[in-house]
């Protein structure tokens, strides 16, 4: 029986890991090993038909990266790598390690806590006693690529600003985003191409730093396929040859890195958080008397990506409701009362989920006596 669980658990391990193997290179052979406890409470590698694959037994073990590496500890909690042939790449230590597979390389992450001494003139006076203190902690931090070595980040930080992370976003299967900074990966070699991204959008496009005039680029163009963008809070649409404008349009309480509302300066087309892919149509061909009475309290506006679609969202101030009621318009200038489209939502730029809201996912039916629902 025990067996039988575990084979089922290596084999949706497998699973998962073979779905990732799409952007590595063929001639990599990927390796699919889990640790398994032993009766002495130590851990070997298996494959999927619970052959041992190493000899060495260890006091905590994480599963085999696809491109053959694996973090392992002992029995002081220390940690230390090694690769599929047993080989220690990083010795037991009291550093942090982190795993990255990226295509067909890995990124280690070491992270080490350590006390720095502080010239005096930042020594931290305790005005209401206690002594004053000389130190501070440090973080060092560094990544690098495993099969090359190459150093990606090497950095001595003060602890609470230590924001660095091994977690890597991919445009594409060579192009990714790690620590805010764009690389190319290219024969086992990361070159930066741009130390800023400010958003990631879908479909290797980005949007790079900038103070008034955006711009978004995709990987596959060296100049950027919009320009001369500005930020915007206000929709003007034509209905009948008369002009509506919408007003105060997705205002929030922190200025976000780049504006939601996006208007090409040229053109004056305007494209929408969260994927900026499709221009907002410049006026409305259908509508009814309801719709358009709910247009003019609109304060929110997002474009459902992968669709023709935008939501617009008007904020109910009923103490019952306190969420958002829903209209939708589509590219031709269709004001419509619902969409036909499936497992879609959309997050703010904090995070927080928009829509569906959390009144639409718990009504009041589904939600037992005195239950809460937050963010």
């Given at each position: 029986?025990?067996?039988?669980i575990?084979?089922?658990?290596?084999t949706?391990?497998?699973?998962?890991a073979c779905?990732?193997?799409?952007?590595?290179?063929?001639?990599?052979?990927?390796?699919?090993?889990?640790?398994?406890?032993?009766?002495?409470?130590?851990?070997v590698y298996?494959?999927?038909?619970?052959?041992?694959q190493?000899t060495?037994?260890f006091?905590?073990a994480?599963?085999?990266?696809h491109?053959?590496?694996?973090?392992?500890?002992?029995?002081k909690?220390?940690?230390a790598l090694i690769?599929?042939?047993?080989?220690?790449?990083?010795?037991?230590?009291?550093?942090?390690l982190g795993?990255?597979?990226?295509?067909?390389v890995?990124?280690?992450m070491?992270?080490?806590?350590h006390?720095?001494?502080?010239?005096?003139?930042?020594?931290?006076?305790n005005?209401?006693?206690?002594?004053v203190?000389?130190t501070?902690?440090?973080?060092k931090?560094?990544?690098?690529?495993?099969e090359?070595?190459q150093?990606l980040?090497?950095?001595?930080?003060p602890?609470?600003?230590?924001?660095y992370?091994?977690?890597?976003?991919d445009?594409?299967d060579?192009h990714?985003v790690l620590?805010?900074?764009?690389?190319?990966?290219?024969?086992q070699?990361l070159?930066?191409?741009s130390p800023k991204?400010?958003?990631?959008?879908?479909?290797?496009?980005?949007?790079?730093?900038a103070?008034?005039?955006?711009?978004?680029?995709?990987?596959?163009?060296?100049r950027?396929i919009?320009?001369?963008?500005?930020?915007?809070d206000?929709?003007?649409?034509l209905?009948?040859?008369?002009?509506?404008?919408?007003?105060?349009?997705?205002q929030?309480?922190?200025?976000?890195?780049?504006?939601?509302?996006?208007?090409?300066?040229?053109?004056?087309?305007?494209?929408v958080?969260?994927?900026?892919?499709k221009?907002?149509?410049?006026?409305?061909?259908?509508a009814?008397a309801?719709?358009l009475?709910?247009?003019?309290?609109?304060?929110?506006?997002y474009?459902?990506?992968n669709?023709?679609?935008f939501?617009?969202?008007?904020?109910?101030?009923?103490?019952e409701?306190?969420?958002?009621?829903?209209?939708?318009?589509?590219?031709?200038g269709?004001?419509?009362?619902?969409i036909?489209?499936?497992?879609?939502?959309?997050l703010?730029?904090?995070?927080?989920?928009?829509w569906p809201?959390?009144?639409?996912?718990?009504?009041?039916n589904?939600?037992?006596k005195d239950?809460?629902?937050g963010?």
């Amino acid at each position: 029986m025990i067996k039988s669980i575990l084979v089922g658990l290596i084999t949706i391990l497998c699973m998962t890991a073979c779905a990732q193997e799409s952007t590595i290179n063929s001639s990599l052979k990927s390796i699919h090993w889990i640790p398994m406890q032993t009766p002495d409470k130590q851990f070997v590698y298996v494959d999927s038909s619970l052959r041992k694959q190493l000899t060495q037994k260890f006091y905590g073990a994480e599963p085999f990266t696809h491109t053959g590496y694996a973090i392992v500890s002992n029995e002081k909690n220390q940690q230390a790598l090694i690769n599929s042939k047993g080989e220690f790449i990083e010795n037991y230590s009291d550093t942090d390690l982190g795993l990255q597979p990226l295509g067909q390389v890995t990124l280690l992450m070491k992270r080490l806590e350590h006390e720095k001494k502080l010239p005096f003139w930042n020594w931290n006076w305790n005005i209401m006693g206690g002594g004053v203190k000389k130190t501070a902690t440090y973080v060092k931090v560094e990544i690098r690529v495993l099969e090359t070595d190459q150093i990606l980040l090497d950095k001595d930080v003060p602890y609470d600003e230590n924001e660095y992370s091994s977690a890597a976003y991919d445009l594409d299967d060579k192009h990714f985003v790690l620590n805010g900074a764009l690389y190319e990966l290219k024969n086992q070699h990361l070159k930066k191409l741009s130390p800023k991204i400010d958003m990631i959008l879908e479909n290797g496009r980005y949007i790079p730093p900038a103070e008034n005039r955006f711009e978004i680029y995709d990987i596959q163009h060296k100049r950027p396929i919009f320009s001369n963008l500005v930020g915007v809070d206000k929709i003007d649409l034509l209905w009948n040859g008369q002009l509506l404008q919408l007003d105060s349009i997705n205002q929030d309480r922190y200025k976000p890195t780049v504006p939601k509302l996006l208007k090409d300066y040229n053109t004056g087309a305007i494209y929408v958080f969260p994927q900026y892919e499709k221009a907002l149509p410049k006026q409305i061909k259908q509508a009814t008397a309801a719709q358009l009475a709910f247009l003019k309290d609109v304060s929110l506006v997002y474009s459902v990506n992968n669709s023709p679609y935008f939501i617009l969202g008007r904020f109910n101030y009923d103490h019952e409701v306190w969420a958002y009621d829903w209209l939708y318009l589509d590219n031709d200038g269709n004001l419509l009362d619902d969409i036909n489209v499936k497992d879609f939502f959309i997050l703010d730029q904090v995070g927080y989920l928009v829509w569906p809201d959390k009144h639409m996912l718990f009504t009041k039916n589904t939600l037992e006596k005195d239950w809460k629902t937050g963010k």
